[in-house]
Structure formats: structure tokens, C-alpha cells
């Protein structure tokens, strides 16, 4: 086994912000190396060591994202894919499917966050392809969610909301295990205990308010609130966004409701000189109306 290959040296790495992880990733590559030398890769404690230094790439990658040093949370998660992909293999075939959908689906991540969105929409396909193919793949509705957050920028609001639509259809029949990928936590303020079925709500709302569903769109903000109070608690700092979020939203659209009922009962003045004129047409065509005032005119 190999170490895998780092698109800048060591040296340059470790001049990064570095809270040990990337001191702990290197001693676990060579611990990982040693296991392979002396037992093969069939072995079940070198299998667990290639499972926990992969989840080490993704997590410490994840922590170099939320300081935006994308180079080095690129670097680790690209070491993470060569880790999968190498011709040496490790773990059943699922094991791998699952690992590399966590790497495409931080990747993803990364580039969304760069504003690279066409890239990042094309890992996170690859992500929810491979999650299809497997039947160890614990976090779908998160890859459905980071669609939908990548097509909602790109302004596909009606291919984003079946993404959240088909995230919450996983939710509600327990297809999930944990809580989020580390990657989709920072597109909710970095914050590292959040409610997915909450964050799924919201996107939801999102959506809807997009394509202007408004009622839909409530409903889904304050179900959003209500899950949030009831798995992260009222004084979350998250439920606080939320709620705050649903008021704005409600008065918004609220407002946007009552300009368009105006709107619809608005007469312009042309039709009301129309209107105005109607009992001396009548009068001229013998009694025989002309349809409406915009019949009228088109008559005209």
C-alpha cells in the first residue's frame, strides 16, 4: 500500500490551520500501511482502519471548508477518493460505494461554496448514483438536499423542490441514520448540531415561496419551526433562524397576496370610460350589447 499522493507537500500542509487533525490523518495513513504490510487488506482490523481514515479525510476536510482553505479540504478529500479507488482494495463493494458518495457529496460541498455550481451539481449526481447502488448508504436525504440547494442557485426551483420532496419521502419512512453529512452544515451556519428533517422543511418552504406556492410556502416555514422546537429545542440558535425566517416570510408573502388581489381588481381607466359609456352603446346598437368592455375595444 501506498501512501496517497498530496497535491502539495507535507511541509506546505501543515503551515495550514492546524488543530492536530492533520497530525493525526498522517499517523493514521502510516498506522494503516503498517496493517496492510503485516495482515493484507482482508484483514477486519485493517478494514476499520481504512473506514476511520477515510471518515478522518472527509471530517477534517469538512473543518477546512469552514475556514474556506478549500485547497487543503480538497487535497484530504481527494486523498480520501484515491484511498477508494485505488486498484488495492478494501471492504465490500458497498463499503466503497458508500465512502466515495460521502467524498463526492463533500466535494460537492466545496464547490458550491466557490460558487463552481456546475461542478459541484455533477459530484453530487455521482454521490446519489452510487447511494442508489448501495445498500449500506446512510445519508440520501442529505445528497437529495444538496441538489436541491445547488439547483435552487442555478435557478431550477421546480427540480429542487422534488429533491426536497423525495429528501423528505426518505425522512418520514426512516431512511437515515445520524444527523447531517458535514458538508451540508455549512450551508446552515456552520452549525454542528442541527435537525435534517427541519433543514428539509425550510428548503421546502424555500422552494415553494420561489415558485410562488405562498401557502405552501407558510406551512412548510412553520413546520420547519415546529420540528426544530421539537428536536433541537425553542432556544436553539437554529429554531431562532427558523422562526424568524417564517414571520418574514408570512408578512412577505402576505403583502405580495394582497397587491395581487388589487391588482386582479383593478380596473384600468379605459375600461371604466368603457364601463361609463355602455347604456349609450347599448342605446346606439339597438339594445344588443358588445360583450365586455375588452371585447368592445378588440371589437373596435
Known sequence: LTTPSRS????????????????????????????VKAFGTNDAETVRKWKQLNTEYNVSAMKFLQTEDYET???????????????????????????????????SCIYKRRGLLKTALSLAKKALQL????????NPA???LNLC????????????????QCALELLERGDHHGNMTPGLLNDYQDEPESSILAVCYHNMAVEHEHLKHHDEAIQCYYR??????????PDHMVTAAFEKRAREAEA????????????????????KKLLNAA????????????????????AR
Request: include cysteine; proline fraction near 1%; glycine fraction near 6%.
Open 224 to 233: 420547519s419551526v415546529e420540528v426544530a422546537q421539537a428536536e433541537l429545542g
Open 252 to 271: 412577505n408573502l402576505i403583502a405580495k397576496g394582497k397587491a395581487s388581489a388589487r391588482g386582479k381588481a383593478k380596473v384600468s381607466d379605459y375600461d
Open 131 to 138: 447511494e442508489t447502488e448501495s445498500t449500506k448508504a446512510d
Open 279 to 298: 347604456p349609450s352603446l347599448r342605446r346606439v346598437t339597438g339594445g344588443h350589447g358588445t360583450g365586455t368592455p375588452r371585447q368592445a375595444r378588440a
Open 73 to 107: 479540504a480538497l487535497d484530504l478529500l481527494n486523498r480520501a477518493k484515491q484511498l477508494i479507488t485505488a486498484d488495492v482494495k478494501f471492504g465490500e463493494q458497498d463499503d466503497r460505494r458508500k465512502l466515495l458518495a460521502i467524498t463526492y457529496n463533500n466535494m
Open 149 to 164: 440547494a445547488i439547483l435552487s442557485r442555478l435557478d431550477k426551483h421546480q427540480f429542487a423542490l422534488q429533491h426536497c
Open 8 to 35: 502539495r507537500s507535507e511541509a506546505t500542509i501543515n503551515m495550514s490551520r492546524d488543530d492536530g487533525a492533520l497530525d493525526s490523518i498522517t499517523f493514521s495513513e502510516k498506522s494503516l500501511a503498517q496493517r
Open 142 to 144: 442529505c445528497t437529495h
